[in-house]
């Protein structure tokens, strides 16, 4: 039991926090407007995407995770959502880290350290999935 638990855990301790990150991220902008959407300078139907991404890939790394638990039901499957969760946090952190124009590359390592983070672990699940 406790082997178990121990296979698991590490992969929760990122995963989780990173869903919860973008689940709250996605219901701060409901209800969704036009007004917010031309805030950041962006497209309604861009706005809608990202606000509907960021829910997505926040559950879905959340229910990617949990059916790697249940080997009785297609593995893949929850592979693919976690993998599919994880590159779209790639695509809406580098659209965020876009949005802030920032002068250098520099810039954005020295001063926008959580998007990259947030990057950095949507690649990880694109990357890894819930491979072991």
């Known amino acids: 039991m406790i082997q178990k638990i121990n296979e698991h855990l590490p992969g929760w301790l990122l995963r989780v926090p990173l869903a919860i990150v973008f689940i709250q991220q996605g219901l701060i902008k409901l209800p969704i407007s036009i007004e917010d959407a031309q805030s950041f300078e ?53 659209g965020v880290i876009w949005v802030g124009q920032p002068e250098s590359f520099m810039d954005v390592i020295l001063y926008d350290n959580f998007h990259v983070m947030l990057w950095v672990g949507g690649l990880y699940f694109a990357m890894k999935g819930n491979d072991r």
């Not at 809608?48 to 039901?73: D, H, T």
């Open 42 to 94: 962006l497209p309604y139907i861009v706005w809608v995407f990202v606000i509907l991404g960021e829910l997505g890939a926040g559950f879905g790394l959340l229910i990617g995770g949990i059916s790697a638990l249940w080997k009785r039901l297609w593995p893949w499957v929850g592979n693919l959502i976690t993998k599919f969760s994880g590159f779209t946090i790639g695509c809406i952190m580098t």
